[in-house]
């Protein structure tokens, strides 16, 4: 596909592009609502993608053809304002927006976006879109912008300009995966470490279970977890500690009469799902999937009763998966409210595992679910087309 866009450039600018750059969606396989409270996470970045094709204009103006909804948008770099008709748009105005702010300089663009990461559903398709764009422009205008750098912007225009109170994980593991790599992020410190996943060796793979359930409220409901966790650290420093990966059950148990019962499950979620990525990162070292899974069914639990983040569709995966004998966990992947879900399962049951839960779907009167059998694929890349190798 990426091939063929090209001639659409050339036929919608009457020009060829120079630059082309991508960058990923991504699944977690462990560690949920728990990078914002500057805990651990265990993302992988997918094998679908946002591409960004692009070239410089003479003027200042951007024009930017979305191939996804067949739709152009144009506005002068001078006059960067939030678009209420046409959400993509606003990604790529953040970015812009951000780095004008931060002093760099550049000229007009025309640009050709397209993204096979499906959207809205949980697997990151507006990190894709902000970290190709940020990644295209600073290749084609040589800006300099180092890859920690590039998530930091990224992360900002979601913030600040979309408005979006996103943690980092997405735009991270969007810039620094790696293929057959999941990545261990301490995102407190930043630091991070990359771990094969040789799950195909050990005749497994992870099944990305998209429920087509979208819902209204995340977003608040999302801001409204921040609070009730942060809430909860504030009772929790009383007590002498200081953040959320030094917490233990056991401190927090000391401190349960000191706050309300939904703050102190908030708590128990964010204490609890560090610790799991810890030993989940154990757990792949040895290659142990069956723990893995286990873990991630144990995060699945602790996500629908302790953060109140599910639904009844990814219940649903939950319960399937834990009848199911070729599947070794499954929980929610990303926000929760509806989204996606993985699922850990034995490459022979595959399709078996499907059929159950398009049937279960159906007898629930849910929406019918979407499957993607995902490849670990890489972070993001940019070049300018005309270096390419022949
Ligand atoms: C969304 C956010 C991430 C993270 C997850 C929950 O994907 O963009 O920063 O908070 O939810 O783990």
Redesign the pocket.
Known sequence: MERTLIPIFERIFGMPPEVSSFAPGRI?II??????NLGY?LPAALNLRNYFFLSRRPDDQVSIWAENFKKKEEFPLTEISFSEDNQWVNYIKGILWVLEEKGFKFQGINGLIWGNVPLEA?L?SS?ALEVSVVHGLDTLFELGIEPLEKVKIARKAENEFVG?Q?????QFISVFGQESMVLFLDCETLDYKLFPLRMIDAGLRIVVYETGVRRELASSE?NRRRNESAQALEVLRKSGVQKYKEATLGKLEGMKNDMNDVVFRRARHVISENQRVRDAVLALEKDDFIRLGELISQSHESLRDDYEVSCPELDLLYKVAQEFPGCLGARLT??GFGGSGIALVKIEGIAAFKEKLLDDAEKEGFPRPTFYEVEVGGGTQAYFLSEEKG
């Open positions: 977690n560690g949920e609502h728990t990078d914002y996470v949980g990151s990190a979006v996103c943690g980092i994980m997405d999302y990303g926000a």
